[in-house]
């Protein structure tokens, strides 16, 4: 049994619905990408999976179901979700978004956690005091991946991090991103416009078109071939 399993799940807006029935996988401590065009349906996959929209069919994590379930609920679980855009909470310091991503924690390492965060990202050690706001993107995506990992998850939904980034930014936060997950053991679903970077960065990938999964493998796989990559991935 995989980490996250999704069966058949549909999800939409009102009466618009974006995704029509996909399946896919994420094995404990496993890295994969979702990829697809605008308005392909990559986030709202993971807006599904964390609750933030109703969705039907089957979603279960670690062997339960999460369907119908809250988003804090989901995240007590041990999903977190770094949406896009970052959603850090721009008139509080860093300090205080980190403390509101361990907010449904109930042990008393939270402060050990945020200094070990601030010394992964020294930028947000040095900037601890500042609002979340005035820094610049990188600095705020790294702040927003920082506060996701303050609940201790086992799967983080990543939703295009490279967004709005400059190229060296986006390196620097994916080669800290891998640094990461490799060395607390963590599962990402990442969504990613930027092919050849989601590939080099995840082991298998998806990809969606128009609401369904239209093709699936490992990333070096899907890398190769010519038909995915010239009509989905544009590289």
Same mark, same amino acid.
């Given at each position: ?14 009466? /618009? ?14 890295? /994969? ?11 709202? &996959? ?8 109703? $969705? ?21 679980? $041990?999903?977190?979700?770094? =949406?896009?855009?970052? $959603? &850090?909470?721009? *008139?509080l310091t860093v300090l ?32 601890? *005091?500042?609002?979340? !706001? ?5 600095e705020q995506q790294m ?9 201790? =998850? ?9 967004? $709005?980034?400059? =190229? ?15 060395? &607390?053991?963590?599962? /990402? ?13 995840? !082991? ?13 493998? =490992? ?17």
């Amino acid at each position: 049994m995989s980490l996250l399993e999704v069966r058949g799940l549909r999800a939409g807006y009102g009466i /618009v619905e974006v995704l029509f029935g996909i399946d896919l996988d994420v094995d404990a401590g496993e890295l /994969v990408v979702v990829l697809g065009a605008n308005g392909s349906g990559k986030t709202t &996959t993971l807006r599904a999976i964390s609750g933030m929209i109703a $969705g039907r069919g089957e979603v279960t994590f670690d062997g339960s179901a999460l369907i119908g379930r809250r988003p804090d609920q989901i995240v007590g679980a $041990g999903i977190a979700h770094v =949406p896009q855009g970052r $959603g &850090t909470i721009n *008139d509080l310091t860093v300090l205080e978004n980190l403390r509101i991503g361990a907010w449904t924690r109930r042990d008393g390492d939270v402060d050990t956690d945020i200094e070990q965060w601030c010394t992964t990202f020294p930028r947000l050690g040095e900037r601890r *005091d500042q609002a979340a !706001g005035s820094m610049s993107g990188g600095e705020q995506q790294m702040l927003a991946i920082a506060r996701a990992f303050m609940s201790r =998850p086992r799967l983080l939904l990543l939703d295009e991090p490279s967004l $709005g980034l400059a =190229p060296l930014v986006t390196a620097e936060v994916f080669a800290r991103l891998r640094e990461i997950t490799t060395s &607390t053991g963590t599962a /990402v679903l990442l969504v990613e416009q930027n092919a050849n970077l989601a590939l080099d960065f995840a !082991g298998r990938a998806y990809v969606l078109e128009a609401g369904e999964i239209v093709a699936a493998g =490992p990333a070096s796989q899907l890398r190769h071939d010519e038909t995915v990559r010239k009509a989905y991935l544009g590289i």
